[in-house]
């Protein structure tokens, strides 16, 4: 089977990862941070270097580091974190339900209110999308750094400035560009960053952070529990992370995301990127070519598109497609990825599309079979 579907998560693990959390289940099994004996505190070590690693490689403050389930837990606790007290709130028409379903809900309570920016070619229109809705109000602005259904590239520094410029916090979905792209919430004014671990990461899955700002205070919970510090207090503690680690992390998972952080580091981001745009951009100029094949994502141009393709055939929902695709032995997904104001945005909400997602391990070769299975099925 010839995977191609990255952007739900990366398959397969570098050997390290896998070889870590092995080693981690083996031999630091230990409750962080609860217990003082020697294999806690050896586990408790485990965990801060890898915090200590997540932080370097997102310009951060150690202590600001937040682990989390996935990038839906860490969003959650941003957007109802500040938003709590009510509000107006600016997301894009690109988001995932991860963060429009949060939204959504504090929506319904009466207390906080959403616009919704479209987004454009041009970083400067998308820009302007965003300055036309702020109001007095307007606390937040919540955007994805790289669509999950078009692969479209956001202005995110640019968005991040202007919030500073007006006293509005900034959070980044950075869960399709974490690994990929460079993100540092410094350089790009970001106040809160919520990312994956399995994804660009290459950490197994179970795994996610939420890496804070110097311009957040105190986060309002979504959940309260032992922490391991100030346990005589009713309330969770007043600093991080303690206060967003509510009972036993997963330690494991977490040391295991080290290992594929680590991966990337000596990898490179670039070479990375390159190597899964050289890929992204044979599929595109291949099924360009295919003449009942619609492209939603954009041309392969750097620094403006990550390595996200969704197509369309003509004539066939985007469900046939992938089970075809499946049948010929290659992983993709379709459906409205969890996504449906984008394909509202799209129009294509009654088919959703066919997402194509190349990893770092993926080959020309393979990308050239995928082309030629795709144009064997728009014959039938």
Request: hydrophobic share 40%; proline share 4%.
């Amino acid at each position: 089977m010839i995977y191609f579907d990255n952007a739900a998560t990366t398959f397969p693990k570098p050997q390290a990862v896998a070889n870590a959390l092995w080693d981690a289940v083996a031999h630091y099994g230990g409750n962080p941070s609860r217990s003082g004996h020697q294999i806690a505190m050896r586990t408790s070590e485990k965990v801060f270097a890898v915090r200590n690693r997540a932080a370097q490689f997102f310009g951060a403050d150690v202590e600001n580091v937040v682990f989390t389930m996935n990038c839906t837990h860490a969003l959650n606790m941003a957007i109802k974190g500040i938003m709590a007290d009510g509000g107006h709130i600016i997301l894009s028409c690109l988001e995932h339900n991860s963060v429009f379903r949060p939204v959504y809900a504090l929506s319904k309570t009466g207390r906080v209110e959403y616009d919704i920016a479209a987004v454009y070619e041009d970083p400067e229109a998308t820009l302007a999308s965003f300055q036309r809705l702020v109001r007095p109000n307007t606390r937040v602005i919540v955007c994805t750094h790289v669509s999950n259904v078009t692969g479209q590239i956001l202005p995110v520094a640019e968005i991040g400035t202007f919030c500073r410029q007006h006293n509005i916090l900034f959070i980044l979905d950075a869960a399709q560009s974490a690994g990929v792209l460079p993100v540092d919430i410094e350089k790009q004014n970001i106040d809160l960053l919520c990312t994956a671990g399995h994804k660009g990461l290459y950490g197994p899955t179970g795994t996610g952070l939420l890496v804070l700002g110097k311009r957040v205070g105190l986060l309002h919970t979504i959940m309260e529990g032992g922490s391991g510090s100030t346990s005589i207090e009713p309330e969770a503690p007043d600093f991080y992370p303690d206060r967003l680690e509510s009972g036993t992390i997963n330690s494991s998972g977490i040391i295991a995301l080290g290992a594929g952080i680590q991966f990337v580091q000596k990898r490179t981001l670039g070479q990375i990127y390159r190597h899964e745009m050289q890929i992204y951009q044979q599929v595109y100029e291949g099924l360009r070519r295919i003449p009942k094949v619609t492209i939603y994502s954009g041309e392969p141009v750097f620094g403006r598109q990550a390595p996200v393709l969704s197509f369309n055939l003509e004539g066939h929902h985007s469900m046939d497609v992938c089970s075809f695709l499946n049948q010929e032995g290659f992983a993709l997904r379709s459906g409205l990825h969890c996504s449906p104001l984008a394909h509202h945005f799209l129009h294509t909400e009654e088919i959703g599309a066919v997402r194509f997602s190349p990893g770092i391990y993926n080959t020309t070769a393979q990308a050239e079979a995928f082309i030629r299975s795709v144009y064997r099925f728009s014959k039938i």
